[in-house]
């Protein structure tokens, strides 16, 4: 296969990484196995122009990119409904939607799967018409990001003491949104701290990611957790992959969904893949089934 490599320096680990003997090992293991690469190392304010070059290059089977979160969601909207295929590097902070599909969580345990991979359809969310890969949130989550947003670090280790900061800020004064859901015929109308609609449902027992990335659904999960004591086992279960019991959640599914906010006199945000965006009063969430390539380890090679 003809792999573009698009590595965003500022992004994730990659920040932190030597990423000229990281692309000469890339050539090294790609090569061994009879495919080719074109690698490209750009800055942060240079990550649209290259992922678009990469998705109309006509010499590329596969668009193979680094960076953050916000780097893997721009690329999956530029490659839906193609015929090229995404292989995602782990080289964010979590890497929820690398470990969705399954690649191994090492940069060059990475690589070594994709040289012996295989390429599969698995879908993707859009909210009001933008691409998401993991989820779209309101509330308590993208309230965290503004604060985290705020603070400075310069490593993987560093942001999540600052997400550890910001969760504590947020679960001290969380914020209160009055909400509808369309959900089918029913309307469910609610005072909420938090909504995160996922692209699938998440799986149990791990990180919150979803175990069938090719499942169809968005998982649609609504806090019910108001006062300090339950949000903090609201976070507790969070963090162990308790969703289904817990009691401070309340879960839906469905192909498609409308969320209106109710009191938009408040300043809201909403976030989509960890990325901070405008909070339309309305805004429509969809599943888009089996709309993206992605390059997966065979399943005897997934971890």
Not at 213 to 220: A, H, K, N, Y
Request: aromatic content about 4%.
């Amino acid at each position: 296969m003809r792999f573009v490599a698009v590595l965003n320096r500022d992004g994730g680990t990659l920040r932190t990484t030597d990423l000229e003997a990281f692309s000469t090992r890339m050539r090294e293991i790609l090569d061994q196995a009879g495919h080719s690469v074109e690698i490209r190392l750009v800055a942060g304010d240079e990550i649209v122009d290259a992922l678009d070059k990469a998705a109309a290059s006509r010499s590329a089977d596969v668009v193979l990119v680094g960076g953050g979160d916000g780097t893997t969601s721009a690329a999956a909207g530029r490659l839906m409904n193609g015929k090229k295929a995404l292989a995602v590097l782990p080289a964010g902070t979590m890497n929820l939607f690398a470990r969705s599909l399954g690649i191994p969580q090492t940069l060059e345990g990475a690589l070594a799967a994709f040289a012996e991979g295989e390429i599969k359809a698995v879908d993707v969310a859009s909210a009001n018409g933008r691409p998401f890969v993991h989820q779209f949130s309101i509330g308590m989550h993208a309230k965290m990001i503004h604060l985290r947003s705020k603070m400075e670090f310069g490593s993987r280790l560093g942001k999540m003491r600052a997400s550890l900061a910001a969760a504590w800020r947020t679960v001290r004064n969380p914020p209160a949104m009055d909400v509808a859901l369309t959900i089918g015929e029913a309307e469910v109308l609610t005072r909420t701290s938090g909504i995160g609609i996922t692209n699938n449902l998440l799986g149990e027992g791990h990180l919150p990611y979803a175990d069938h990335p090719d499942g169809g659904v968005l998982g649609i999960y609504v806090t019910l957790a108001r006062e300090r004591r339950e949000l903090f086992h609201f976070f507790l279960n969070m963090a162990r992959g308790k969703w289904r019991e817990n009691e401070q959640v309340e879960i839906h599914q469905a192909e498609k969904v409308k969320l209106t906010i109710r009191n938009m006199k408040s300043k809201f945000v909403s976030a989509i893949d960890g990325e901070l965006c405008k909070l339309d009063r309305q805004t429509l969430i969809e599943i888009h089934p089996k709309s993206l390539l992605v390059l997966v380890p065979k399943p005897s090679e997934a971890k």
